[in-house]
Each structure stands twice: as C-alpha cells, then as structure tokens.
C-alpha cells in the first residue's frame, strides 16, 4: 500500500507497512522528534499530534495518540506535529506558556501545545472547561498542572473566534500566530489528494483487521508493526448514525468522540458526554470506535455495558452475506465470541426507546476518570409512578464476559422502586455473577462495588425515595 499524506507542510510518500504506528514513522523517518515516546499506552499525550481530515468542504483537526496509530490512518489527511506549529518563531500559545512558567521539564510540553491548538482549531465552544478537558489526555510528570491552567486561560482571554466560518477561524488563527500561514492551503492540496488517489481497502486475507487500534496496539504493538498483511479500516462505510424504521443504526467505524457528539446519541441518552468523559482522554476518543470497543471483548468495555441494555444488535457482513447477532448472545467466555474469522462487524443497532425511560451509568476505577474500570454497570428503566414497567442492568468487571443480569431484571420488572426492593435485587445479581480476584481489586470488592453501583442508579433517578440512604 503506497501511503500519501501531509506532514506539516510537506507532501509524504511512502511504502512503509502500513502497521507502523504514526510516532515511530514521524520520529524515525521524518526525524520529527518534538513528539514523544512515553507510555505507548495512550496515557501520558507525550506523543500528540493533530490528524486533519477533509469532511463535508472543511478540514476537521483531531488531537491523536501517534504512538496508537497505524501510519495508514495518516493516508489522504494533513498531520501537524509540533515542529508544524512553529516554524520561524514560537506560537502565541508557546509564548503564553513560557510567560506563564507553563513549560516545566518541556518532555510532555509538546503535546499540550499540539492539543490546545487542535481544540483552537476545532472546538466551538471556547469555555474553559471544554479547553481543559482539551488537555486531559497530556499528563505533566513536573506538577504545575494550574501555570498550565492559568495559560490556556489567557489564551483564552485573547482568542476571540466564537461564530466564525471554518475558513474565517483558519485566516483569524493565523493572523493571532497560533498556526503558520501554510494552513490556509491545506484544503485544496487534500482536494487534489482525492482525485489522484482514491482510498481503497481490499484484503480478503488480512491477518489483522484494525479500526482505531487503541487497544490493540497496547496489546500486541510489537507483533502489529511487524505484520505485512493487515487491512487498515479507515472507514466500514460512512461513519454514520442514523434512524430508520425505528431503530438507530450505528456503524461500527463510528469513533467514541463522533458518538457522544451526535444528536441522534444525545437525543436517546443525554447523559452521554458524562459518559463518554469516564470512557477515555479526547485523543482515545477520538480513534476508539464502537465496533472496537464491542470485538475486544472487554469485560469492562464502557459501550458494550451501555448497548446491551438497549437490547443491541450486531451486523456482520462477510463478502456480500450478512449476519445478526443480539449482543447479549455474543459473548461466550473470555475473549470468545459469535463470529467468523473472515468476519467483519459493520454495524450495531438497538430499538429507540419511548415512554418513560431513563439510562444511568455507574463505573468505579483507581483513577476517577481516563481509567480502565474495576466494575462498570449501566441501567435502563421505564418506570410508571414509581413502578418498574421494564428494567435491563448490565454489569461489567464482575465475570469473564460483559453481563446482562437478566434474572435481576426479572426480579424488579412490576416492583415499587424502595430500599428493600434494591436490596433485594443486589443480592440476586450478586448471586448471577462471578468475580475473581485480579489488579483491579479481589472478587469481595467487585461484588461490593457492583451492589453499592445498582442502589447508585436508583439514588440518582430517584432521590426523594432514598432520602435517608447513603452510599
């Protein structure tokens, strides 16, 4: 695969595998090195960088972990490292950090720089909040988290690019020396890239098949980047949610970021960007995808609690055929499942839920957010006076597959919301799972956590009825 792109200002061409991860071809080959090696696990940010992609006649700019990033996902896009950002002279965002005492040990201060650039360019909600969350997958390993803070907020104070067009925000970040002048013809170069070369993805004998590659490149990273054979899917389809006929079909493409951004997600769960905030940092959200999330078979994978009390179900296509299979079926023991080698899941659609409902989502993990959970857990009900009409509760962390706790759904389906129904139910869901002890936590605490979680989802649908109750 002869792999096109944009690096910076430049124009890349190359015949590496297309399994190298983005870091080390930038680092190694292109001798970009303000893009750092830290964890390799998409924790710290020290290797950020912005992946630019041409979508609907603008470029949308992403922050991206390069160090879980195959270099094919780069092919057709524009690729910003730091050394991007300031070609004769520091950038007004360099400037503020150093006025600020903001760039410490400079190890992780590339990436910060590359991530707040990425949301200037991106975002349109310039609060101070969503520009802190911006940096939330940059960890500093110097303190001084708040000179960092104090920055980004006079940057703030000095940004004013609320309302513009896509091209108007470009030409006024330019003019305020956050991004060189060279932005301003990325498009028409990216124009020109779709005309030339086509993106193609054929490989009916892949060994691989990689959609974000967050997981998959911490697992087996070695092993991945010496594969030739592999299928890069950059795109199933289009990468879409959408309703028909009642059911909100999701393609399996679709990255977290783009889910909990949709209106269709929000419409049905509203709660989904404090969902998607415990799921992971910005740039893993913006490469994991939902199909992703589903086929590691985690059993703490966020989605996959969230899509099973929806009652999902899963497509797989394979060379023309297709194939459904119900989520809650899907899982068979640890890291088995429902499907074919030459299998590819190209999308996942639930029922829209009516009436009365709500969803809440519970998860517990060492860190309180960007962190794998020891036992995540998520309801649907649908209550009438509070009467339970309908409930589904799934449970992750708490056995070797992700859970649906049927026969606890059974159990509060027509009861009376109360202290001793919930009681009641926990010690039937406890009997349904199967914990063991791991780095997480011993099989005592999971249960534990998992009975403390379900009387959670009720405390908060329900506060006036568990007034005296305290977690």
């Not at 990255?255 to 769960?269: G, L, P, V």
């Not at 998520?378 to 992750?396: H, Q």
């Not at 936590?441 to 908060?460: E, T, V």
């Amino acid at each position: 695969m002869n792999i096109q792109f944009i690096c910076n200002n430049a124009l890349i061409e190359t015949d590496q595998s297309p399994s190298t991860t983005l870091l080390d071809f930038i680092r190694k080959e292109l001798k970009y090195t303000g893009a750092k090696e830290g964890c390799r696990e998409g924790d710290c940010g020290a290797c950020a960088v912005l992946i630019g992609e041409l979508k609907n006649d603008k470029i949308i700019y992403k922050t991206i972990n390069s160090c879980l990033t195959p270099l094919a996902a780069a092919n057709g896009k524009h690729v910003v490292t730091i050394e991007g950002l300031n070609l004769y002279e520091l950038s007004l965002i360099q400037q503020v950090f150093v006025r600020e005492g903001a760039a410490q040990c400079g190890f992780c201060t590339p990436g910060f720089i590359v991530a707040f650039t990425g949301f200037l360019l991106s975002s349109y909600n310039l609060s101070v909040d969503e520009a802190i969350d911006s940096i939330a997958g940059n960890l500093c390993r110097c303190t001084g988290h708040y000179s960092i803070i104090r920055a980004i907020k006079n940057i703030l104070d000095e940004v004013q690019i609320n309302n513009l067009s896509s091209a108007q925000r470009l030409k006024k970040l330019v003019d305020l020396n956050i991004i060189p002048e060279y932005f301003l013809n990325i498009k028409n170069k990216l124009e020109s890239f779709k005309k030339e070369q086509p993106l193609t993805e054929t490989n009916d004998d892949a060994s691989f098949t990689i959609a974000g590659g967050t997981d998959l490149y911490v697992q087996q990273g070695y092993k991945l980047t010496r594969e030739k054979n592999i299928l890069i899917h950059l795109k199933i389809s289009d990468e879409s949610i959408r309703i028909s006929d009642n059911n909100c079909f999701i393609n399996a493409a679709v990255t977290i970021e783009d889910f909990s951004n949709s209106e269709i997600i929000k419409a049905i769960f509203p709660n989904v960007k404090e969902f998607a905030n415990l799921f992971g940092s910005l740039p893993i959200r913006n490469r994991a995808t939902v199909g992703g999330n589903i086929i590691n078979a985690s059993p703490i994978a966020d989605i996959t609690s969230l899509l099973l009390v929806l009652d999902a179900v899963l497509i797989f296509s394979n060379k023309g055929s297709v194939r459904e299979v119900k989520l809650s079926d899907f899982y068979k023991g640890y890291k088995q499942f429902d499907k074919l080698p030459e299998e590819i899941l190209s999308s996942v659609y639930f029922e829209v839920p009516s009436g009365n409902y709500n969803i809440s989502y519970e998860k517990v993990s060492k860190r309180l957010h960007l962190d794998i959970a020891s036992v995540n857990t998520t309801m649907f009900i649908i209550t009438d006076d509070n009467r339970i009409s309908a409930v589904r509760i799934s449970a992750g962390g708490v056995a070797p597959i992700p859970m649906l706790l049927k026969k606890t759904s059974v159990f509060l389906t027509g009861k009376q919301i109360s202290e001793e129904t919930v009681k009641e139910a926990s010690s039937i869901a406890a009997e349904e799972i199967k914990p063991i002890s791991d780095i997480r936590g011993s099989a005592q605490y999971k249960m534990l956590l998992l009975n403390r979680l379900i009387l959670a989802h009720f405390i908060k649908l329900h506060p006036e009825l568990f007034e005296e109750v305290t977690l």
